[in-house]
């Protein structure tokens, strides 16, 4: 969903960053997502998921920034997926899955501050 829909809803701010007055974007995005329907006495509820991805970028265009978050999301999901079917098919251990969500969802945390902190990198090899 990220990567689909990349290129709508920016908005401009301004901050302060280590004393800085900086501008750049923040992108939020909010998906309904039915899984299923259950019955209870004739009346059909749905269970929903609700998806979100919020993100501020200072250092690049908000959709090429969007796009390279959208698709760590995206090997995440296909990572966890794969997981979860080893998993199933006793081909994996269910323990080693689950500690195995978090480490990646940190590695994907990590790789944002990586791309927002390489503005300050290059400022920092500008004033050496």
Known sequence: MTLLYRHQDH???IIYKRNTLVGGYHTFKK????????????????????????????VMTPSKKTGIIGCCIL????VISLLGYLSIKSCFPVELAIICMPILHEI????????ENQRDRENFKRKL
Request: proline share 5%; hydrophobic share 55%; charged share 20%.
């Open 11 to 13: 908005k401009k701010i």
């Open 31 to 58: 998906w309904f997502i039915p899984l299923f329907l259950f019955e209870v006495k004739g009346l059909y509820i749905p269970i929903l998921a609700i998806l979100v991805y919020a993100d501020d970028t200072f």
């Open 108 to 115: 994907m945390r990590e790789i944002n501050e990586n791309i």
């Open 75 to 78: 090997f995440y999901g296909l």
